[in-house]
């Protein structure tokens, strides 16, 4: 069966704490990325992935990092510099086809985060 | 001008109803274009992609105007489980997307 898993579902942390969240994909897509969402907001983008090893910010980048050492994972860091870290974390990936096709993204179930 | 405009709503409509919703985008270089249906506190899903000859699915017909960028999605015969909000997606760069805020829609038995 194939898709994004993201872990945990739902997640609570203190304020000053670094938290991690999971995004694994066996899609066999090369391309990943996190986005972030408020309550009657949209979708903005954290930071995004395009090869293994290699990353760029997004709109939102500061207070988060990432890594790419597989294909399959990009974990995203919220880490204590992030000022209102509470949201709904997406991850997603896609496959690069090329810069005038189709580039549709899909996304894992989400991990709500709240930060007491 | 935001990146991508849509009306929130919500649109309340009965079952049966044929609803429309539009979106403005500011990218003029943007090449591909999206529908994504969100339902509430779940990640979105692909609904379909826009093509500038307008495409349809079922009970959907997106349309695509470059010259205006402006984007639009018909829902014929509304169901209750049409309920959700629709994001307004399009291309901003080589892999990146610029979501709308969404479009709520209520169907209504």
């Known amino acids: 069966d194939g898709g994004i898993t993201q872990s945990p579902k739902y997640l609570f942390r203190k304020e000053g704490q670094n938290v991690t969240l999971s995004c694994e994909q066996n899609?066999?897509?090369?391309?990943m990325y996190w986005y972030r969402q408020d309550p009657g907001q949209g979708l903005r983008l954290i930071y995004y992935?395009?090869?293994?090893?290699?990353?760029q910010k997004g709109d939102i980048a500061e207070g988060y990092s990432v890594s790419r050492e597989k294909k399959e994972s990009f974990p995203l860091t919220v880490t204590s510099a992030q000022k209102n870290p509470t949201a709904f974390y997406l991850c997603?990936?896609?496959?690069?086809?090329?810069?005038?096709?189709?580039?549709?993204?899909?996304f894992g179930p989400g991990t709500r985060l709240t930060v007491l | 001008r935001k990146e991508v405009e849509q009306d929130p709503g919500p649109f309340n409509v009965p079952e049966g109803a044929t609803v429309a919703f539009n979106c403005t985008y500011s990218?003029?270089?943007?090449?591909?274009f999206f529908w994504y249906r969100q339902d509430c506190r779940k990640e979105p899903k692909l609904l379909m992609s826009?093509?500038?000859s307008g495409n349809e699915d079922g009970r959907f017909t997106a349309q695509l105007n470059r010259a205006s960028q402006y984007i639009s999605l018909l829902i014929r015969d509304s169901k209750l489980s049409d309920s959700a909000t629709y994001l307004c997606?399009?291309?901003?760069?080589?892999?990146?997307?610029?979501f709308g805020k969404g479009t709520m829609l209520l169907v209504s038995p």
């Open positions: 826009v093509y500038s």
């Open positions: 990218n003029s270089a943007s090449q591909s």
């Open positions: 899609l066999n897509h090369d391309a």
């Open positions: 997603a990936s896609s496959i690069i086809r090329g810069p005038d096709t189709d580039n549709e993204q899909f």
């Open positions: 992935s395009q090869i293994v090893n290699d990353f």
């Open positions: 997606v399009v291309t901003r760069g080589y892999s990146t997307l610029t």
